[in-house]
Nanobody
Framework: QVQLVESGGGSVQAGGSLRLSCVASGSIYRPKWMAWFRQAPGKEREGVAVIYIRAGSTSYGDSAKGRFTISQDSAQNTVYLQMNSLEPEDTAMYYC??????????????????WGQGTQVTVSS
């Protein structure tokens, strides 16, 4: 079992920044991928960013490219999502996810075995 706890959400004006954190705990088998997804009311869950833990390689959804950065602190079992130039369209519940298997694609929520409870991000214009 892996427990994921997100923090760092909140309300910000357009153009502002937030940094989300996700702490993983509870298992001796560390996830292979960790990712951030988001879901706005009435919309499907969308992949935002993913990091391959071992190599540190990253991939981003189209909405995040150039504005968001995913990073990790392996010693703290923590993954971050730095979000800059926020727009009202970024308003959503943001979820941390962990994949322990052979795949970790932002296009497939089914790749991810564990999910956090989410942290709300609200961007006002």
């Amino acid at each position: 079992q892996v427990q994921l706890v997100e923090s760092g959400g909140g309300s910000v004006q357009a153009g502002g920044s937030l940094r989300l954190s996700c702490v993983a705990s509870g298992s001796i088998y560390r996830p292979k991928w960790m990712a951030w997804f988001r879901q706005a009311p009435g919309k499907e869950r969308e992949g935002v960013a993913v990091i391959y833990i071992r190599a540190g390689s990253t991939s981003y959804g189209d909405s995040a490219k150039g504005r968001f950065t995913i990073s990790q602190d392996s010693a703290q079992n923590t993954v971050y999502l730095q979000m800059n130039s926020l727009e009202p369209e970024d308003t959503a519940m943001y979820y941390c996810a962990a994949a322990t298997g052979g795949r970790g694609s932002l296009a497939r929520t089914s790749d991810f075995d564990y999910w956090g409870q989410g942290t709300q991000v609200t961007v006002s214009s």
